[in-house]
């Protein structure tokens, strides 16, 4: 199926105009002698986007990020499981100047939750 555009795109300007931030990180593993292990890290993330340049494809905020972990190694193989919280006080976004303008302003709440689970071969 051959499809064909029958009108052209709109040009639309999407300025980034963000600003230097900072990210820390740390986290850590305990080893234990009956090859469990269990792993806890935090990452904080700060704002990049000033409010006037605030764009809701791309709704970044101070986020925090929280994660533990547990391990088990067996002969060649491996279990490991992980949950990770993340996040981000709201953000209120009031004077938006990017090309959606006022439509970008509102509050912006950002919650995720993740879960890995993993299995390893040795060989």
Request: hydrophobic letters at 40%.
């Amino acid at each position: 199926m051959i499809l064909e555009q029958t009108a052209p795109a709109p040009n639309v300007s999407l300025p980034f105009n963000w600003q230097s931030s900072w990210m820390f990180q740390f986290g850590g593993t305990r080893y234990f002698e009956n090859d469990w292990s269990v792993s806890a890290g935090y990452i904080f993330s700060q704002n990049s986007v000033p409010d006037e340049w605030f764009n809701p494809a791309i709704p970044d905020s101070d986020r925090h990020v929280f994660s533990v972990g547990v391990g088990k190694k067996f002969d060649r193989w491996s279990l490991d499981a992980a949950f990770q919280y993340g996040y981000g006080p709201t953000l209120t976004v009031t004077n938006a100047v990017t090309a959606y303008n006022a439509a970008a302003n509102g509050d912006y709440v950002f919650n995720s939750f993740g879960l890995a689970l993993s299995a390893g071969y040795r060989f």
